[in-house]
């Protein structure tokens, strides 16, 4: 391996990554490229052995650092935490997800922050990723630290760095996809902003931790309220009897004061269906309100009854009822070109339609096998058009073959740009 670029003198010369994830992997796998040494952190067993085979779900790119990476002494994951106290820097990147009721569930970020709060060490970087709601970085991180005795900005660095993985799309690289950091201190923000500097030139320095905070909720509350217009005006589209797809695209051609969102059969992954409701609970608690984005999320919530609604409505143009039909739902994962099942809107719309009394199945080459309620349901490896009363066109992952879909009496398009069955309606 060549030589690293950064000296052993180097204050912050070692990064650990707590989280491997699909944001801290390639995180870890950047720091090491870039030639820190890096400690990557998961309780998880089994996903330190899928690492260590060298089989995540990683782009291309990152296929070929990981594998870089497993044959060089300069690269460890480990499932200790005690080990934290090894590295110069320490990057937070576990999920915050939602529990049953939209509430945050904080417990993986809680147990993250109290391991680095318990192994922290005089000099160390701290930098928190995980998006959660304004002043998280204070309330787990800074606070415990000062209960240790440990003052931020003088014996250790605090910041806020929210992540920007954009997961299967390898044109969004962490070279360049700019980085926001707010640190609790001016000199927190600096040392955080030199740990960053390895994974792109591109850093924004705000003010404070809770201003990067705030930001990330932004950015996907954004994107919330921007995708619920956009099915919204499918919708509208479908009223009219005219392509959403074009309008949009008509519309885009404005090179000022509009900014592309595609309809689609739901939203899923971990950032867009759960973000914005860390900001919704913050506000409630608060006794503030947030009408827009709150609305926004309804819509998204309704959206995978909304395309069920829309099967029952094809089959039974076709003078067909749900009882009793085979529906095929293609693509299962919540984008294109990933094996990552996180609140996809399939799940919601197989339970829905299996409820309603139709045979469902699925094909994705990338999900081999799902569960669906209290039963298990295996991709259809080899399908036939001709074996299904109706295909749901749900995620098209590139690279495969659907020209069996033409053979289906119904096809029903969710991602409104699906052209290899020219008898498709849209949802």
Known sequence: ???????????????????????????????????????????SAARRETIASGEPDLVDADVARLAAARGDD????????ARLAEADSVIVCVPTPLDRYL?????????????????????????LTSTSYVGTTRELLVEPLADRGLVVGKDVFVAFSPERIDPGVPEHTQLGTPRVVGGCTAACAGR???????L??????????????????????????????????????????????EVTRAAATKPYGFMTFYPGPGVGGH??????????WQLREARGTAPLISQAMTSIAHRPGQVADRVTATLSAAGRGVAGTHIVVVGVTYK????DLRESSALEILERLAARGAKVDYHDPLIPELSLGDRSLQSVPDPHGTDFDLALIHT?????????????????????TFEAAGHRELV
């Open 336 to 339: 294109p070109g990933v094996r």
């Open 271 to 280: 950032c867009i269906p759960c973000d914005p409701h860390y900001l919704l």
């Open 200 to 245: 792109t030139p591109l850093v924004h320095e705000v003010s404070s931790a809770e201003v990067a905070e705030l930001t990330k909720l932004y950015e996907n509350s954004f994107r919330a309220v921007n995708i619920a217009l956009a099915n919204e005006f499918a919708g509208i589209c479908s009223t009219f009897e005219l392509d959403p797809i």
């Open 1 to 43: 391996m060549a030589e690293s670029p950064l000296s052993e003198a180097d204050d912050l010369a070692s990064t650990a990554v707590v989280g491997m994830g699909y944001v801290g992997l390639p995180t870890a796998l950047g720091l090491h490229a870039a030639g820190a040494r890096v400690l990557g952190l998961d309780t």
């Open 192 to 198: 955080a902003r030199r740990v960053l500097e390895r």
């Open 103 to 127: 509430t945050p569930d904080l417990g993986p970020l809680r147990s993250a922050c109290q391991a680095v709060v318990e192994h922290a060490r005089p000099g160390q970087t701290l930098i």
């Open 74 to 81: 300069r690269f460890a994951v480990t499932g200790d935490p």
């Open 396 to 416: 098209v992952h590139p690279g495969q073959s659907y020209d069996w879909i033409e053979h289906c009496p119904l096809v029903l398009d969710a991602t409104y």
